[in-house]
């Protein structure tokens, strides 16, 4: 079974410029969530979905930052414009039927 | 006091000995614990559920102390592959959302 997708795996890019990450969970998991690692402040949750809908962004750092999940299969993380501190690593998870959630391998943004 | 806090250590150990860490968290009312793994540069990877009766899976015990409000991970027997850092999470649920705390880590190295 395929695992929680995500793509790019390395993003360099001039600040100013729009990002955008993509995830596919894994198929049949109704929760998405897309976390930021840094050394500094660890694993923080952005937001999460449930059935596709957006039920707590309260970790989205600013109005730069966007999310959203069209379909089941598929979301995206938006960073316009990006910022040298936006430079961390993105995971995306999906949860399974036991709360356990299941990570994708992450996008390792740097932004110069 | 933070909502989960983990020793960061390192805790450096010599393979064959046995190693626990401890996860404290704030909110009394939690419901779901989870331990997880993750290698340098990798995604955290799922080591085992917490239930309040306890679990062992082959080396690894994982136990819940609702009365002081932590959960605990022991190592037995441990081995130069168990070098990682071990997150812990915490999982509260509302009436319709749950909130996810990660513990910020605590780095295992297992020396020859």
């Known amino acids: 079974d395929a695992g929680v997708i995500q793509s790019p795996r390395h993003e360099v890019t001039e600040m100013g410029q729009e990002v955008t990450l993509r995830c596919k969970p894994i198929?049949?998991?109704?929760?998405l969530f897309w976390y930021r690692q840094t050394m500094m402040r660890g694993l923080e949750l952005l937001i999460y979905?449930?059935?596709?809908?957006?039920?707590?962004d309260s970790g989205m750092p600013e109005d730069r930052f966007s999310a959203k999940m069209p379909n089941a299969s598929f979301s995206t993380l938006k960073i316009q414009p990006s910022e040298p501190r936006d430079s961390a690593v993105y995971f995306c998870?999906?949860?399974?039927?036991?709360?356990?959630?299941?990570f994708g391998p992450g996008t390792r943004l740097t932004v110069t | 006091r933070k909502e989960v806090e983990q020793d960061p250590g390192p805790f450096n150990v010599p393979e064959g000995a046995t190693v626990a860490f401890n996860c404290t968290y704030s909110?009394?009312?939690?419901?779901?614990f989870f331990w997880y793994r993750q290698d340098c540069r990798k995604e955290p990877k799922l080591l085992m559920s917490?239930?309040?009766s306890g679990n062992e899976d082959g080396r690894f015990t994982a136990q819940l102390n609702r009365a002081s409000q932590y959960i605990s991970l022991l190592i037995r027997d441990s081995k130069l592959s168990d070098s990682a850092t071990y997150l812990c999470?915490?999982?509260?649920?509302?009436?319709?959302?749950?909130?996810?705390?990660f513990g910020s880590g605590t780095r295992l190295s297992i020396r020859p």
């Open positions: 198929s049949g998991h109704n929760s």
């Open positions: 998870a999906s949860r399974g039927d036991l709360d356990e959630q299941y």
């Open positions: 909110n009394s009312a939690s419901q779901s």
């Open positions: 979905f449930n059935n596709n809908v957006p039920i707590d």
């Open positions: 917490v239930y309040s």
């Open positions: 999470v915490v999982i509260d649920w509302y009436s319709s959302a749950s909130k996810i705390i």
